[in-house]
């Protein structure tokens, strides 16, 4: 991890937060099985971390003992009916709902197509990802001002 990387250069340990185990996953069997119950202990709108009696924070999930110390439970986000993605993306993220251009939508099967920042080499990383399905509504894509370039993940 970078984080070990860092502290053996550097001689500190750096605090290192995790937010990627405990949170809301596709399909609710996919997610931590400390989750949902912490969300129904601790009701609220916003984020959360659990911190332990003693000193430090109670860690979930890990790996390697260790490699984390602390991690952020992220509560579900109601999906937008007009984009069809996560809420936070245009509320917190300031992302905007754009179209998926018409001759990506496949006929028949489906396909991850992308958007990319315009001018950006072809091996970056996209800015977003979509799976079309044929004869479904396709989601749109969520994305921050600019100008982006679309094609088919192959």
Same mark, same amino acid.
């Given at each position: 991890?970078?984080?070990a990387?860092?502290?053996?250069l550097s001689?500190?340990?750096?605090l290192?937060?995790?937010?990627?185990?405990?949170?809301?996953?596709?399909?609710k069997?996919?997610?931590?099985?400390?989750?949902e119950?912490?969300?129904?202990h601790?009701?609220?709108d916003? =984020?959360?971390v659990?911190?332990?009696?003693?000193?430090?924070?109670?860690v979930?999930?890990?790996?390697?003992?260790? =490699?984390?110390d602390?991690?952020?439970?992220?509560?579900? =986000?109601?999906?937008?009916?007009?984009?069809?993605?996560?809420?936070? @993306?245009q509320? @917190?993220?300031?992302?905007?709902?754009?179209?998926?251009?018409?001759?990506?939508?496949?006929?028949?099967? =489906?396909?991850?197509?992308?958007?990319?920042?315009?001018?950006? @080499?072809?091996?970056?990383?996209?800015?977003?990802?979509?799976?079309?399905r044929?004869?479904?509504?396709?989601?749109?894509?969520?994305?921050?001002?600019?100008?982006y370039?679309y094609?088919i993940?192959?």
């Open positions: 991890m970078m984080a990387h860092l502290a053996k001689g500190h340990d750096p290192t937060i995790d937010q990627t185990i405990v949170m809301a996953a596709t399909r069997k996919l997610e931590h099985p400390i989750y119950k912490a969300l129904q601790f009701p609220g916003g =984020s959360f659990l911190r332990a009696a003693q000193d430090g924070y109670t979930f999930g890990l790996r390697r003992e260790g =490699s984390i602390m991690q952020v439970f992220h509560r579900r =986000s109601a999906i937008e009916p007009v984009s069809r993605r996560p809420h936070w @993306m509320a @917190m993220a300031g992302y905007r709902p754009v179209d998926v251009p018409a001759h990506l939508i496949p006929k028949t099967g =489906s396909q991850y197509v992308y958007a990319a920042p315009k001018g950006q @080499m072809t091996d970056g990383v996209p800015a977003d990802i979509v799976l079309l044929a004869g479904r509504t396709a989601p749109k894509f969520m994305l921050p001002p600019g100008e370039t094609g993940l192959k």
